[in-house]
């Protein structure tokens, strides 16, 4: 019922920049929270920048001052603007959004199917 299809990841030098785009399709009603996280081989799953409905937004520790997160709500679409990248920045990177779709009063999870982000030193 609800697709994310992300996009925008690639191989970039460091200190180099790249813009990650996630847009929701669907049966969507509404979507609270949109998130990106990361996955880097033989680690978890890491929380990389949130953002609220209403434009409020977290980040990890890691990417504060070099990352940007921001969202169309016309679109359904967030988007990760990603500055001075590093070598461990090296990940895929996934989007996440908590949404409702049209008929229910549940909130769910759905995620993306995920962009390769590599970042050469």
């Known amino acids: 019922q609800v697709q994310l299809v992300a996009s925008g990841g690639g191989l970039v030098q460091a200190g180099g920049s790249l813009r990650l785009s996630c847009a929701a399709s669907?049966?969507?009603?509404?979507?609270?929270?949109m998130t990106w996280y990361r996955q880097a081989p033989g680690k978890q799953r890491e929380l990389v920048a949130g953002?609220?409905?209403?434009?409020?937004?977290n980040y990890a520790d890691s990417v504060k001052g070099r990352f940007t997160i921001s969202r169309d709500n016309a679109k359904n679409t967030v988007y990760l603007q990603m500055n001075s990248l590093k070598p461990e920045d090296t990940a895929v990177y996934y989007c996440?959004?908590?949404?409702?779709?049209?008929?229910?009063?549940?909130?769910?999870?759905?995620w993306g199917q995920g962009t390769q982000v590599t970042v050469s030193s």
């Open positions: 953002i609220t409905s209403g434009g409020r937004t």
């Open positions: 996440n959004i908590v949404a409702r779709v049209r008929g229910s009063s549940s909130l769910e999870n759905y």
């Open positions: 669907g049966n969507i009603f509404s979507i609270n929270v």
